[in-house]
């Protein structure tokens, strides 16, 4: 275990030589990539996926994947947008518990169908992906929630807060990345969750609840994308049905996978994955400043992917050879 | 009495092989949803307007016959729609670079080839998951195309071009008459030759396969490649349907094409499954988006049931095989 302790971190010092690497020339090419808006820019761009992503990598560390998390997070923002319509004066705190709760259930029968009819879970969320987004228009009756639709106390979330004016949006997701570390690392049920994700059936030999383990995880990962709807509706200021949050969770899975979490479970850390959705989120800003045009930022990510998956699949090959292990 | 049949079928293995078979969900489904869509409007008891509703899915019913194929053998392939987007998109570049009609779709083919040959390459040497790669693939293959279009719709072809949708031989469209040929070879050679029982069996267990000296990783890469020319052949058909191509066309469509797999009763985890079920899910698939399009239930919303359908069909399916083998 402490060598593979070690192993982590190395890992996690190549993404993050990877990023230094990055802005140095991006800063060499273009020097208004230093400014304070540019870095303003990338810290107001992750957040939103930041959060996903922890609820996405508890998943992944699970040996499971959840593609739908788009869809729910589109259903919590039209949910709250349309609460706000009918009433205005709904306080954050309360309709943070809202959309929690929503992502909280949708996860929740994701977790269930895994679990009680053993399918794989990308099938499944991919029947969800539409599911919900299907659900999305019929509650909207396909229009859009408008900026003028959205309380003052909501966008100014993500705008600023009492403390240097760094914008709450940004502390929030803060915090629940810390509580993410504290429960992964230093946890029980943290360390029931690595234990399920490396091999399932020594688990549940060992004790441990699988299936709770796993509706746990989809149940978390459901709620913070379920929250992320409220971000995105503080940060972006309207909520579309067929625009808000489609395809985002291919950004997400990019920015998990990147940061290290080995995709056959078992493996990944909380800062690993902050990591990787940090390059995402430069890579973002950054290209406008190094002059390539948007279109391109889907092909980069899904390079990405690609590479990172087949660089991960490279690493465990080499770990089973010097194990001694490999023989299939 | 329910009892009574299955005692009885477990007395019987020949007959409850043939009877407890997810294809005769599929039949039923079928018959269940002509019927239910007479009741709702007299035009689906006329065959040409079944016809012409067919016509926009036989893209996806090509890709569907292929991925039973993948499915069958253990693996799957998520990247299909972005597939016929890049091929589509590519095709419609090529032909406005000006290199002429023919050269145009042997390169659309082409690209579609080294798209599939790419995964296949990923998922035998570097034993990648083909799940989650070809989400990966998913990705870049739909981003190349944004990359390549950005926003613009590439039109302009010649006028004998346009229009596969409304060429008929009879009531029959062209697209059609293409799917049932391509699904009766394929079903043929998934039944009858020797390359098709080993696809059953490196889906059964993959080891086995390997050391009864089938050669798993070339059937696979092939597979593969077979896909995506398929996903080739599937955007030029599209172009030709839509006149233009688009970085965005045929989102989504992995729903559907995955549907009708699983509709037609190919088992999630290999090794089972046939042509003929992905065939009748093909027209379930059909009549089901014609009725819901009569009943003016929106596009969008229509999601939530295909959708629904999806879990249902998988979980069904899981739950006979089970059954099947007690």
Known sequence: ?328 | MLKNISIYLSENPTLRYWIVRPEWVAVILLIISIISSIQLSPFFADLAFIMDSATPYVEYGLIAIILTLIIISGEIDLSIASMIALTAVIFGTAYNAGIGMPMSIVIALLSGTLCGLFNGILVTQLQIPSIILTIGTLTLYRGIAQSLASDFSLGGYPSWFIGIDYRYVGIVPIPVIIFTIFAIVVGFFLSSTIYGKQLYLIGTNPQTAKYSGIKVNRIKLSLFTLSGLVCGIAGVLTTSRLAVARFNMATGAELEIVLMVMLGGTYIFGGRGNIFGTFIAFWIVVILRAGLNVARIKIESQLTILGAMLIIAIILTNYIYSKSQK
């Open chain 1, 1 to 328: 275990m402490t060598v593979f302790d070690k192993f982590l971190r190395i890992r996690e010092l190549g993404i993050f030589s990877i990023i230094v690497v990055f802005v140095i020339v991006a800063a060499i090419i273009d020097p208004r990539f230093m400014t304070i808006d540019s870095w303003r820019a990338v810290f107001l761009a992750i957040p939103l996926i930041l959060v996903m992503a922890m609820g996405q990598m508890m998943v992944i560390i699970c040996r499971h994947v959840d593609i739908s998390i788009g869809s729910i997070l589109a259903f919590s923002a039209i949910v709250i947008g349309l609460l706000f319509i009918q009433f205005p004066g709904l306080s954050l705190w309360l309709s943070l518990l809202i959309t929690a709760f929503v992502g909280l259930v949708m996860g929740l029968i994701n977790g269930f169908i895994v679990t009680r009819f053993n399918v794989h879970s990308i099938i499944v969320t991919l029947g969800t992906l539409s599911l919900y987004r299907g659900l999305v228009f019929i509650v909207s009756g396909g229009r859009q929630i408008d900026r003028n639709d959205i309380p003052e106390h909501v966008v100014s979330f993500s705008q600023t807060s009492f403390l240097f004016s760094i914008p709450a949006i940004l502390i929030f997701s803060a915090l629940i990345v810390i509580v993410t570390h504290l429960v992964m690392r230093h946890s029980v049920l943290g360390r029931e969750i690595y234990a399920t994700g490396s091999n399932p059936v020594a688990a549940h030999l060992k004790g441990i609840n699988v299936t709770k383990v796993t509706l746990f995880c989809f149940g978390v990962c459901g709620m913070l994308a379920g929250v992320a709807g409220l971000f995105y509706a503080s940060r972006f200021g309207y909520v579309n049905p067929g625009v808000t949050g489609v395809g985002i969770e291919f950004i997400v899975i990019a920015g998990v996978i990147i940061g290290g979490t080995s995709i056959t479970g078992g493996s990944g850390s909380v800062l690993g994955t902050f990591l990787g959705i940090l390059l995402l989120g430069i890579i973002n800003v950054a290209l406008p400043v190094l002059n390539i045009p948007g279109e391109f930022q889907k092909a980069i990510y899904g390079l990405i992917i690609v590479v990172a998956l087949a660089l991960d699949q490279l690493i465990i090959y080499r770990m089973k050879k010097l194990s001694g292990g490999l023989n299939a």
